[in-house]
């Protein structure tokens, strides 16, 4: 189904009873039997994850895997693989001027990219009474994949060409790479920026906005909802990320909800900010219950506020732990029902 997205996110915010939208697809696994190495590499099987989860859980939407090594491991990055745990980029493929600008932009489809698009294609015929959201990585996330994440840093300051030189290549490839999920039957993607939280305001402006902004008009254009996502500490940032044209913000549980609620526009939505780790994966069903309770309480109030995860739920999350999320969610609109 082809779903109206500005309307979708409208009736988000002006609904009283708000699904829950935690960046929820890998724990899907331990439903299909699969492991993490064997799904990242299989669309079909991302698919069978997807709607795995899609079936458990009465979630706003269907999100794809958040893998962000894919992208990277297009452009030639290495990348270790392994049964319970997410893959990760292990060593930077950029030194020097002459290799980045020797740096060739994949085509949409290379390496495991042609899976997730498969995955998508597949899930979007699968289910219909829902939005597909697939992954993505941020731009300067990529870019410090290719270029170490410590050495991204110091480069900013000592070569900020050479940065620039691959942040406008990552940004040609994710843009292109949004188009192309758009075909696949994406109604938005969520781009994950988390990297790009670790900058000041003044690097954040000249090494992340423009470029996300670049995808955020491709998304747009191409008639994607994007939901931009940063999981950092990224207070200082706050009025920059307001000002990045997204259709809606998710942020980790590095930040305080309701401050980030003040700071954003109140027509977009913000979801946030259950610690995927401490409190999902290893918390009791209970403690889980009453975390997401008390935060439901405190950022009530806000009607663009949307209870989700802070980030990637690990694989091997109980599923009992994410059923605890469901339901209290699902108690305390109750409850504020019978008030």
Same mark, same amino acid.
């Not at 109206?4 to 609904?15: F, N, V």
């Not at 090494?207 to 940063?230: D, R, W």
């Given at each position: 189904?082809?779903?109206?997205?500005?309307?979708?996110?409208?009736?988000?915010?002006?609904?009283d009873?708000?699904?829950?939208?935690?960046?929820?697809?890998?724990?899907?696994?331990?439903?299909?039997?699969?492991?993490?190495?064997?799904?990242?590499?299989?669309?079909?099987?991302q698919?069978?994850?997807?709607?795995?989860?899609?079936?458990?859980?009465?979630?706003?939407?269907?999100?794809?895997?958040?893998?962000?090594?894919?992208?990277?491991?297009?452009?030639?990055?290495?990348?270790?693989?392994?049964?319970?745990?997410?893959?990760?980029?292990?060593?930077?493929?950029?030194?020097?001027?002459?290799?980045?600008?020797?740096?060739?932009?994949?085509?949409?489809?290379?390496?495991?990219?042609?899976?997730?698009?498969?995955?998508?294609?597949?899930?979007?015929?699968?289910?219909?009474?829902?939005?597909?959201?697939?992954?993505?990585?941020?731009?300067?996330?990529?870019?410090?994949?290719?270029?170490?994440?410590?050495?991204?840093?110091?480069?900013?300051?000592?070569?900020?060409?050479?940065?620039?030189?691959v942040?406008?290549? #990552?940004?040609?490839?994710?843009?292109?790479?949004?188009?192309?999920?758009?075909?696949?039957?994406?109604?938005?993607?969520?781009?994950?920026?988390?990297?790009?939280?670790?900058?000041?305001?003044?690097?954040?402006r000249?090494?992340? #906005?423009?470029? #996300?902004?670049?995808?955020?008009?491709?998304?747009?254009?191409?008639?994607?909802?994007?939901?931009?996502?940063?999981?950092?500490?990224?207070?200082?940032?706050?009025?920059?990320?307001?000002?990045?044209?997204?259709?809606?913000?998710?942020?980790?549980?590095? #930040?305080?909800?309701?401050?980030?609620?003040?700071a954003?526009?109140?027509?977009?939505?913000?979801?946030?900010?259950?610690?995927?780790?401490?409190?999902?994966?290893?918390?009791?069903?209970?403690?889980?219950?009453?975390?997401?309770?008390?935060?439901?309480?405190?950022?009530?109030?806000?009607?663009?506020?949307?209870?989700?995860?802070?980030?990637?739920?690990p694989?091997?999350t109980?599923?009992?732990?994410?059923q605890?999320?469901?339901?209290?969610?699902?108690?305390?609109?109750?409850?504020?029902?019978?008030?």
């Open positions: 189904m082809d779903f109206d997205m500005k309307k979708w996110i409208q009736d988000m915010i002006r609904a009873v708000k699904k829950p939208l935690p960046v929820l697809s890998f724990p899907g696994i331990q439903i299909t039997g699969n492991t993490v190495e064997e799904i990242v590499g299989n669309g079909t099987l698919a069978d994850c997807m709607e795995a989860v899609a079936k458990k859980f009465d979630m706003a939407a269907v999100l794809s895997l958040m893998d962000l090594s894919v992208e990277a491991e297009a452009f030639g990055s290495p990348v270790r693989y392994s049964a319970e745990e997410v893959p990760t980029v292990t060593a930077p493929i950029i030194h020097d001027e002459d290799e980045a600008e020797a740096l060739r932009v994949p085509e949409v489809g290379e390496g495991r990219t042609g899976e997730c698009l498969k995955g998508i294609r597949e899930i979007a015929d699968r289910v219909k009474d829902r939005p597909i959201l697939a992954g993505m990585i941020g731009p300067y996330s990529l870019a410090g994949r290719l270029l170490d994440m410590t050495e991204i840093m110091i480069l900013c300051y000592e070569d900020p060409e050479l940065v620039e030189t942040l406008e290549k #990552v940004t040609q490839f994710l843009c292109a790479y949004a188009k192309a999920f758009k075909e696949a039957g994406a109604d938005g993607i969520v781009l994950a920026e988390p990297a790009a939280g670790l900058l000041g305001p003044g690097l954040f000249d090494f992340s #906005v423009p470029y #996300v902004k670049q995808i955020c008009e491709t998304a747009q254009a191409e008639g994607l909802m994007l939901l931009y996502h940063n999981c950092g500490t990224v207070e200082p940032l706050l009025a920059d990320i307001a000002g990045i044209p997204a259709a809606g913000y998710s942020f980790g549980n590095a #930040v305080d909800m309701e401050t980030v609620l003040k954003m526009p109140e027509d977009r939505i913000v979801i946030g900010n259950i610690d995927p780790v401490g409190v999902l994966r290893n918390g009791t069903p209970d403690g889980i219950r009453r975390e997401t309770k008390s935060l439901m309480e405190k950022c009530y109030g806000y009607p663009n506020f949307v209870i989700a995860s802070g980030c990637d739920i694989p091997m109980p599923i009992e732990n994410l605890a999320f469901f339901d209290a969610a699902e108690e305390f609109y109750q409850k504020d029902k019978e008030c």
